[in-house]
């Protein structure tokens, strides 16, 4: 089988938002040129206007507009275009990663592996949120350290080439030196990623089982567990700033070398009357900008190590989804689904479903309810293939495992992945091909065709990050309709009717009914639902 396409590639980062990102390093660049140009005619302007004064002949025929015209123009491209530049690159970045979050959950979504647990959805998310570190803390600062330097020992070449040729090469060893640091900072920045996601679950997973835990008197072992890992986390997070720091140690070092030997040679060249000293100080003030552009580089590959880390994580993710599903049948239309005395847990959970037993043909119902943390979500996941299982859980008489279930089973789950599209671009995430027509009808079973069709856009209705632009209740429809449209044979929903009044829910659960008629149905809900066909499954 032929390896799977890379979900995520560092080089193409930049390509889906190219204008911004271009538009951003092109005002980065110009303001620190601004800063740059700023500092070394100001220095040139004080001396060159003292010694005209010192010079009372030339202090009529010395220029002192232009120069302070210039000096003001650079002060405000420096203001404006750092806000500019900061403005226009969070659009970029923030625009990338909603990019990579609907390509990401696109490539899941239809991918032959089935569904993802919460966890891994978190952790997807956390690693989608570092690839912006490439284009911002790598790319961008390289890009203008080594634009800006090309242009400084250019301008002392114009000046003098001694200048170039006696402090050009410390320059170029300082701008070169967090190459040194590129093993050791990638390999602590993947340790570190790793680590911080081992924490964020240290830290999560105890809080759903607080009360569990306290009755336990186990809470303090979980507090210790995160304690242990948060030191580790820290303890890296020093390691890199240690090595930050000692690489600017260093590059700031060769620096001042460079400074020093600018002066020196500087020095000789005012004595044969070759270079002035408004010219020189210009000079010496440049290079002393330069400090501001170069310092960024020394954390520039931790950061790439965290893009690198989190790359790997998810292109690691579609690989073994394709691999663990290779070479398996999926199953036939006619479906029996049955779990014998099955028991399930969440990762470090003490209790959850026990022996649990049922039998579901096409065309079964199965309404799971009980009270809140008796099991019924940990129940669904189990049966959505996301937990490890005891006991037996079968499909057409053969383990999960047996089966290529990506489109066979269909999980709704209680978080809801909205995402700052419009609402027909939400909708083709489940089903790319869908018509209107079927938009439309989706909408009318998940009792959402009135609202759209009174929306000025309808189709078009962008939904904002999140589903922030629609209610609580609108996403989770707005999500269940997007999973009708995969035509999934298996629906695993999870409180699909949490908000609606009682008429609304009556008629997404007939329109639920009216397409899972061949297929098999279960629902977890705190609502009585009145279907009476359905089996029922109280759990304790």
């Known amino acids: 089988m032929s390896a799977p396409e890379p979900v995520v590639r560092l080089r193409t980062l930049l390509t889906s938002r190219r204008s911004s990102w271009l538009l951003a390093l092109l005002l980065g660049a110009v303001t620190l040129l601004c800063a740059i140009t700023l500092l070394a005619l100001s220095g040139w302007f004080i001396s060159a206007a003292a010694l005209a004064g010192l010079a009372s002949a030339a202090a009529y025929g010395f220029d002192y507009f232009r120069p302070a015209a210039i000096i003001r123009l650079c002060a405000i491209g420096r203001t404006a275009g750092r806000y500019a530049e ?173 400074l020093l030997l600018l002066l020196w040679q500087g020095a000789q060249l005012l004595a044969a009357q070759a270079l002035t000293v408004p010219l020189l100080l210009a000079a010496a003030l ?120 990506g489109q066979t089973l269909g999980y709704l789950s209680q978080q809801a992945d909205i995402f700052d599209l419009t609402l027909a671009q939400n909708l083709r995430l489940g089903a790319p091909d869908a018509s209107d027509a079927q938009l439309w009808q989706v909408l009318k079973d998940t009792a959402l065709h009135d609202w759209a069709q009174n929306q000025p856009q309808q189709l078009d209705t962008v939904l904002g990050e999140y589903g922030a632009a629609v209610s609580g209740g609108q996403a989770r429809r707005i999500a269940l309709a997007r999973l009708l449209l995969t035509n999934r044979p298996v629906l695993l929903l999870d409180e699909p009717f949490a908000g609606l009044d009682p008429d609304t829910t009556q008629q997404v659960l007939q329109a639920l009914l009216q397409r899972q008629r061949n297929g098999i149905l279960v629902i977890v809900s705190h609502q009585r639902l009145d279907i009476p066909q359905a089996q029922l499954l109280q759990l304790h």
Request: with cysteine; glycine share 4%; net charge positive.
């Open 86 to 258: 900061r403005l226009t690159s969070h659009y970029a970045a923030l625009g990338l990663l909603k990019d990579l979050r609907v390509k990401t959950f696109n490539a899941l979504a239809n991918s032959r592996s089935g569904h993802h647990s919460a966890d891994t959805l978190q952790r997807l998310v956390a690693d989608i949120d570092l690839l912006d570190q490439l284009p911002l803390k790598v790319i961008a600062p390289w890009l203008w350290a080594l634009s800006l330097s090309a242009l400084l020992l250019l301008f002392w070449y114009l000046l003098a080439p001694a200048l170039l040729y006696s402090a050009g090469l410390p320059l170029l060893l300082a701008l070169f030196v967090p190459l040194l640091t590129f093993k050791r900072a990638t390999k602590l920045a993947a340790h570190e990623t790793s680590a911080a996601a081992l924490r964020r679950t240290l830290l999560l997973e105890p809080l759903t089982m607080l009360p569990a835990l306290l009755i336990w008197q186990r809470w303090q072992d979980k507090t210790r567990q995160f304690s242990a890992q948060d030191q580790h986390c820290l303890e890296l997070q020093r390691q890199q700033q240690q090595l930050s720091s000692r690489c600017a140690l260093l590059q700031q070092s060769i620096l001042a070398l460079s």
């Open 286 to 405: 440049a290079l002393w900008a330069l400090y501001e552009v170069m310092l960024p580089l020394c954390q520039s590959f931790i950061a790439l190590g965290m893009s690198l880390a989190a790359r790997n994580r998810l292109n690691q993710l579609a690989k073994r989804t394709v691999q663990s599903q290779s070479g398996k049948p999926e199953p036939e239309s006619v479906l029996t689904l049955t779990a014998i005395q099955l028991s399930a847990r969440q990762n470090g959970a003490l209790y959850g479903p026990d022996n649990v037993s049922f039998t579901l043909q096409s065309g079964s119902v199965l309404l799971i309810s009980g009270a809140s943390g008796s099991g019924k979500t940990t129940l669904l996941q189990a049966l959505a293939n996301q937990l490890a299982v005891t006991g037996t859980l079968q499909l057409n008489g053969l383990p999960y495992s047996e089966w290529q279930l």
